[in-house]
């Protein structure tokens, strides 16, 4: 079993037939079916279902699948690291979308001075989306908030920020004396985030503690859009206090405190735990985490 048989694997995979696998790879048809043969015969394992002239991957083919992909991208990664040791290439960063809103252009332009030769490519969304980017490692590693679900990755806390309750001044809630109470929060329209969100899991998990569930009457991936929404005084969101402050400092939000709900959590680096991170990643790291103590100061109120 050879890297070759593994990058004929997974390109099947990719492509759905030998047929197109092969012209892929410029390679003949027996050629790409006798490699899928070969790594069968090796294993003792059946990786697709062949059924109507179609491939279906097995149980074993997925779980094959999973290393032949870490695996190739693992040498891949060796090739470049080694040839642009430290000094030349690209550096892949994921980051959730309230991390990369308020930290993260500061600190692409800092590291950018220091390491002039490194690329950075910068990909934000929500957080399970890095998560799954990090694992398929289409980056080298993720800034998020929020839980991390697949026990191959790595967390390491860098920071910890503020998630505010906020309305406009004239919503009743606002209105109300503060504290309010949790039962407080029932039939209330919400504006959230969408699922899979850092932002959104906290404010869920929060409320369930209370046993409290909501179903928001508007979902957006674009934070500006919900808080104009609320600032219109179409309903309640929650979203973090770097997010809101400006508005919340110009009097177009007001915060809203509700009894025993804690909206405070850990923002995190993480990795694949076979991930091997050259110095020049680690030094980007380590730049956040100098970072982390003047964005706690800005982000939380």
């Known amino acids: 079993m050879t890297l070759r048989h593994l990058r004929i694997f997974v390109a099947v995979c990719e492509e759905g037939s030998v047929t197109l696998a092969a012209e892929k790879l410029y390679l003949s048809q027996p050629a790409v079916s006798l490699a899928i043969h070969e790594l069968e015969e090796h294993y003792g394992v059946r990786l697709f279902d062949r059924i109507s002239r179609k491939l279906y991957l097995t149980s074993a083919g997925n779980r094959f699948l999973e290393y032949a992909v ?22 892949r960063i994921g980051s959730s979308i309230t991390i990369g809103a308020a930290l993260i252009p500061k600190a692409v332009a ?15 969304d929500n957080s399970q989306v890095i998560e799954k980017k990090v694992l398929a490692n289409e980056v080298d590693f993720g800034l998020l908030e929020g839980a991390v679900h697949d026990p191959n990755l790595v967390a390491q806390d860098f920071a910890e920020d503020q998630m505010l309750l906020v309305a406009a001044p004239g919503h009743p809630l606002a209105q109300k004396e503060q504290p309010l109470l949790p039962q407080d929060l029932k039939s209330q329209r ?40 609320v600032v219109q005084g179409l309903g309640v969101t929650a979203l973090p206090y770097a997010l809101v402050k400006q508005d919340l400092a110009a009097g177009r939000l007001t915060a809203l405190t509700v009894e025993g709900m804690d909206f405070r959590r850990k923002l995190k680096i993480i990795y694949h735990k076979n991930k091997y991170l050259s110095r020049s990643a680690k030094a980007f790291l380590e730049l956040c985490r100098q970072l982390a103590s003047q964005f706690l100061l800005d982000s939380n109120p």
Request: proline share 3%; no cysteine; hydrophobic share 45%.
């Open 70 to 91: 870490h695996i190739s991208s693992l040498f891949d990664e060796m090739e470049r690291d080694i040839q642009n040791w430290d000094t030349l290439g690209a550096l």
């Open 110 to 124: 800092l590291y950018s001075q220091q390491y002039p030769d490194v690329e950075i490519k910068m990909v934000i």
């Open 190 to 229: 919400f504006l959230l985030r969408e699922r899979g969100s850092g932002v959104r899991e906290l404010f869920e998990s929060v409320l369930l503690a209370h046993d409290l569930s909501v179903e928001p009457s508007w979902e957006s991936i674009n934070a500006e859009s919900i808080v104009e929404a």
